[in-house]
């Protein structure tokens, strides 16, 4: 397929995209300040990360606001995890009611703290129970339910397309496989061809995940017959990342700028502080800073200062000390010149 060639549409349920470039869930990462600068940035669909249907379950409040959604963002995906089909059907409905477009079922995850409790990834282990967790889900609400999982358990291992058919079984109304198994994590490439044989196993999208970079990768995925992509850690610290697939598609690569990453930054510092307050919304930006000055020259000596600025007013002076100088050296921070640290 030619780079130029044009991109699908995919449609999940009625949920009609303008690409096939979706924010892929992330733990720790897919709060609604980034969630909104990736819609921004040319993200069809965005996903939330996961929320635990047993928390839901016993009202815990901080899981409550992570179903949190603004009208800025949709269409929004919002992942739920757990193994118990009643609690999973509440917390579909609670999505629903929080503004989900789609409610995710988490059958993925790889970490254990998730696997030990049954949810994520182990889910793939009891094809009944994951059949009873689809169907709850779908039953429970009107917007489309969809699963994310993976190949299976060992490298090797393409459990998916089994998985794949059950769900649509259920009533799912898509699916996005990681194309690796949980032994893997996010190591390797992906596995196209075991991702090409859940595509021909089933009549809805499947979304390939895993590996995404550059347009080759995204094509390579669309090529085996995927609807979509998803693509997570190439897009933090870089929401505009999806704009910049869609102009690479179109065969005009248009990368950020030096002044173009630090005006996102500058507005993800605002949502941010905005939506957690002043000292915990800079805490949370410290870990999306790497991603916005990666090849940068200085960029650890960059984050080190950075990461020690706790005011909001500060960390704009500071980002706009460094770009005044082009990002080839760093201004004083606390009356010290930091070229002697270099």
Known sequence: MALTAPLPTPAIG?????NPFVLSPMAGIGDPPYRRLCRRGGAALVCAEMVSANALHFDDERSRRMLQTYPD?????????????????AAARAAEAAGADIVDLNCGCPVPKITKSGGGVSLMRDESL?????????RAV?????VKMRLGFA???NHAPRFARIAEE???????VHARSREERHAGAPDLEALAAVTRAVRLPVFGNGGVRSIED??????????????????????FFFRELLSAAAGHAAPLSLRERFDLLREHARLIVEYYGESLGLRR???????????????AAFRGAANRIERHAEFLEFLASFEARGGSFLPSVEGKDTMGTL
């Open 218 to 239: 995204a094509r390579r995925m669309l090529d085996a017959g995927c609807a979509g992509v998803l693509v997570g850690q190439a897009a933090v610290g870089n929401p």
């Open 130 to 138: 994951f059949a009873r967790c689809v169907a709850a889900m779908a």
């Open 155 to 157: 490298r090797g291992e």
């Open 73 to 89: 963002e949709h269409p929004v995906s919002l992942q739920i995890f757990g193994n118990d089909p009643d609690r999973l059907a």
């Open 170 to 176: 259920a009533g799912a109304a898509a699916v996005a």
């Open 285 to 299: 930006l410290r870990k999306y800073l790497p991603s916005y000055v990666h090849g940068l020259p200085h960029a």
């Open 142 to 146: 009107r917007v489309p339910v969809t």
């Open 14 to 18: 009625p949920v009609r995209l303008d």
